[in-house]
């Protein structure tokens, strides 16, 4: 895997009593690197119960009408993180939260080819998501994802390659493409491009 110019990201544990403290990183535009029209924050914790993630948008135009489990979200706003658990970049989770807390849940085969397989059967257990309008033109999404869902316990030196999106249509109809790390194209698939999620 290329981890040229890949940045790290340390996930702090958290408690449910004190929440989370973990930096808050910006997505950028994942072609140019540019600063998009809407901003929009990603932070992570975890316990050993769960992972937590947490998207803070600004949203002055909704476009979301799905309201099915496993819709194709992408073609609306959403907020999406993939998460590759043994850096191979074949296989990794693919997680989707639109504005109106409907959730799309995939398993992902990657031959690196341009052929991606989507297993949308497959579902996370206990999975919660929660969306707020924290106020005017800005937006929460809270994220938990069972520690049942990996393969390995969370602990303390655990890393993963992930990457966090997010498709947001403008006013004027023109769709934006965010991303933490990056892909160089409209494709988030690219996992040669992912960045390191760290447990600490």
């Known amino acids: 895997?290329?981890?040229?110019?890949?940045?790290?990201?340390?996930?702090?544990?958290?408690?449910?009593?004190?929440?989370?403290?973990?930096?808050?990183?910006?997505?950028?535009?994942?072609?140019?690197?540019?600063?998009?029209?809407?901003?929009?924050?990603?932070?992570?914790?975890?316990?050993?119960?769960?992972?937590?993630?947490?998207?803070?948008?600004?949203?002055k135009h909704m476009v979301s009408d799905?309201?099915?489990?496993?819709?194709?979200?992408?073609?609306?706003?959403?907020?999406?993180?993939?998460?590759?658990?043994?850096?191979?970049?074949?296989?990794?989770?693919?997680?989707?939260v639109s504005p109106r807390n409907v959730v799309f849940d995939a398993r992902i085969t990657n031959d690196g080819s341009g052929s991606v397989g989507i297993d949308t059967e497959w579902d996370i257990e206990g999975l919660h998501t929660e969306v707020s309008e924290?106020?005017?033109?800005?937006?929460?999404?809270?994220?938990?994802?069972?520690?049942?869902?990996?393969?390995?316990p969370l602990e303390a030196g655990l890393r993963w390659r992930v990457n966090f999106y997010r498709i947001d249509e403008r006013q004027d109809g023109i769709r934006e493409y965010q991303a933490w790390q990056p892909t160089g194209l409209v494709n988030f698939h690219k996992p040669q491009r992912f960045g390191t999620l760290v447990l600490i």
Not at 41 to 52: D, F, I, N, P, S
Not at 66 to 89: A, C, H, K, M, T
Not at 134 to 152: C, E, H, L, W
Request: proline share 4%; hydrophobic share 30%; charged share 30%.
């Open 134 to 152: 924290v106020q005017p033109g800005q937006r929460m999404y809270d994220i938990r994802i069972p520690a049942n869902t990996f393969s390995k």
């Open 66 to 96: 799905y309201s099915e489990r496993d819709e194709p979200l992408y073609n609306q706003d959403v907020v999406e993180v993939f998460i590759d658990e043994d850096g191979s970049g074949t296989q990794y989770i693919e997680l989707e």
């Open 1 to 59: 895997m290329d981890t040229n110019d890949q940045q790290v990201y340390a996930c702090k544990r958290i408690s449910e009593t004190t929440g989370m403290d973990s930096e808050w990183i910006l997505l950028r535009d994942t072609v140019s690197g540019d600063a998009p029209t809407e901003w929009t924050k990603v932070r992570c914790g975890w316990t050993a119960e769960a992972l937590r993630i947490q998207f803070h948008c600004e949203d």
